[in-house]
Every structure is written in C-alpha cells, then in structure tokens.
C-alpha cells in the first residue's frame, strides 16, 4: 500500500539552529512527493515538490528537501530556523493510477521555533 | 489561497440536517478536490472531479456527494451531517499536467 509517515508530531529547535523534518514514504514506481506548510487557522501552502532531477530541491522561505531514493526519504531542513516559521508542516506523496494527481498526506508534524 | 475561495467559512449544525460546502476557482483548473483535516489523521480525500461532471470517490466518501456542474465550483454535501462529520474541510485545485494542489482557506463545520 501507498503511504506516507511522518515520525514526529512535534519537533522543537531554538531560532538560528539549523531544523529537519522528517518524511518516510512507500510508493510504486518513481515518487512524486511534495511538502505544505499550514499557519494557524489558514489553508496548506505549497513550499517543494521532487520529481525527478537533483536530489535536493530548493523551495519557499530558505527550505529545501532531500530526496534519498534508498532510505525512502524525504525530509525537509532548513539552515537556520526562525521564529515565524512555526507552524504544521505536512509531507504528501502522488498516488499513480486513477484519473487524477491524487496525493497522500502524512498526519502532520507542528514544528515550535523558540526564540 | 489567491484564486480559491470557499464558503461559508464556518458553519455550525445538528445532526441530521443537509449541509453543502462550495469551492470557487477563478484559476480554471481542470481538477478539484475534498478534502477533511482531522488531528491525527492529516488530510484525507473525499471527493474529487476531473472535469464538469466527472468525479470520483477518495478514501473517505461515506457520507459525503459532490456536484460538478461549472469548471469554477465544486460541492460538497452532507445529505444528513452526523457529529463525526465535525472537521475543518479544504478544497484544493491542480491541473491535469502538474501533482501540485493548491489550496482554498477552509470551512470549519461543527455538527452538534
């Protein structure tokens, strides 16, 4: 089955430190995976998306992803963290087959930036 | 959020009772979606069109029916709400070329 985890519900990293967020995924075939970010009481926003190419994929806001084919990851970082960028940050995966680009969530993980 | 709207944007109701949310894009992309956040669960699909009266069922459809009638609004229709129906409920858009959705603000639905 097709599936997407994200390990931690809560990572917590002071402001100036360096922050990952961490995405496992299970898919057939090429994966096509993608991270949203969500503010408080507001829509997912798009910040990345790996297709196919380099392995590290630069998006919004100074975050960037690693694709890691053999471990099956895809984890978000960022060099150094700020306060605003707390928030929930969600990892998805395309779902191959149907009519449509359907994706699969993971559940989440709220990312706390201390200051 | 630019181009996606939905409404209304809370909604409070009791059980039984019909409820239809609206999606409206002003991107004219092909595909839409439904779909329900709950904690714990992350966001899950209900529902999804692609094209004017082409839809399909996602993974948590029970419950739950869609109408497509304009490339610009989708429906969502509880025909009778229940209280495990209580969710906040994101529309999200794409084209047929590229996986990336896009998504509206939101509707927080509470059924009592």
């Known amino acids: 089955a097709q599936s997407v985890a994200q390990p931690e519900d809560q990572v917590n990293v002071a402001e100036g430190n360096p922050l990952t967020v961490k995405c496992t995924y299970s898919?057939?075939?090429?994966?096509?995976l993608f991270w949203y970010v969500q503010y408080p009481n507001r829509g997912l926003q798009f910040l990345l998306k790996?297709?196919?190419?380099?392995?590290l994929v630069k998006g919004s806001y100074g975050f960037e992803a690693e694709f890691n084919k053999s471990q099956t990851s895809f984890h978000l970082k960022k060099p150094s963290a700020l306060v605003s960028d707390s928030a929930l940050y969600f990892c998805?995966?395309?779902?191959?087959?149907?009519?449509?680009?359907?994706?699969?969530f993971g559940t989440g993980t709220l990312l706390a930036v201390q200051p | 959020d630019a181009g996606i709207t939905q409404s209304p944007r809370h909604k409070v109701t009791e059980t039984g009772t019909p409820v239809t949310l609206r999606c409206h894009q002003t991107?004219?992309?092909?595909?839409m979606y439904w779909y329900r956040q709950d904690p714990g669960h992350g966001l899950r699909l209900i529902h999804y069109?692609?094209?004017?009266?082409?839809?399909d069922k996602g993974e948590v459809s029970d419950g739950y029916s869609v109408s497509r009638s304009k490339t610009e609004d989708f429906l969502l229709t509880l025909e009778s709400a229940t209280s495990s129906q209580t969710s906040v409920y994101f529309c999200?858009?794409?084209?047929?070329?590229?996986?990336?959705?896009?998504f509206g603000p939101g509707t927080r639905l509470t059924v009592l």
């Open positions: 999200a858009i794409s084209e047929p070329t590229g996986a990336t959705q896009y």
């Open positions: 898919v057939s075939g090429n994966p096509y």
């Open positions: 790996y297709i196919t190419g380099d392995n």
């Open positions: 998805a995966v395309r779902v191959l087959g149907g009519a449509t680009n359907k994706l699969i």
């Open positions: 991107e004219n992309h092909r595909y």
């Open positions: 069109s692609y094209g004017v009266k082409d839809t």
